[in-house]
Nanobody, 120 residues
Framework: VQLQASGGGLVQAGESLRLSCAAS???????VGWFRRAPGKEREVVAT????????TYADSVKGRFTISKDVARNMVHLQMTSLKPEDTGVYYC???????????????WGQGTLVTVSS
């Protein structure tokens, strides 16, 4: 499956953004995750959603602010980000796995990143 991430941009702290990940295949066949790489840091998981969309996980730093969702009809996964903070700045990637997956190394297919910059 090929993935295309979009929706990044420059926003001020407290504002919102919605990232989208478009898949070339049937998104219901894959667990999907959003990851980010902040400047000078390792890539980290932000949120994941299972194949059926019944279970989600979030990094502690984004719980209550970010929501991951699947649009099966359009083969897309979204990441709604609210109350953004400067520490949310980074390149955001979406990735897919045909199995249940929550860790970075468990994902097989990666899209290109989209840059999110949050100014204070």
């Amino acid at each position: 499956v090929q993935l295309q991430a979009s929706g990044g941009g420059l926003v001020q702290a407290g504002e919102s953004l919605r990232l989208s990940c478009a898949a070339s295949g049937r998104i219901s066949h894959y667990s999907v995750g959003w990851f980010r790489r902040a400047p000078g840091k390792e890539r980290e998981v932000v949120a994941t959603i299972t194949r059926a969309g019944a279970r989600t996980t979030y990094a502690d730093s984004v719980k209550g602010r970010f929501t991951i969702s699947k649009d099966v009809a359009r083969n897309m996964v979204h990441l709604q980000m609210t109350s953004l903070k400067p520490e949310d700045t980074g390149v955001y990637y979406c990735a897919a796995s045909p199995r249940f997956a929550v860790a970075v190394f468990e994902y097989n297919y990666w899209g290109q990143g989209t840059l999110v910059t949050v100014s204070s």
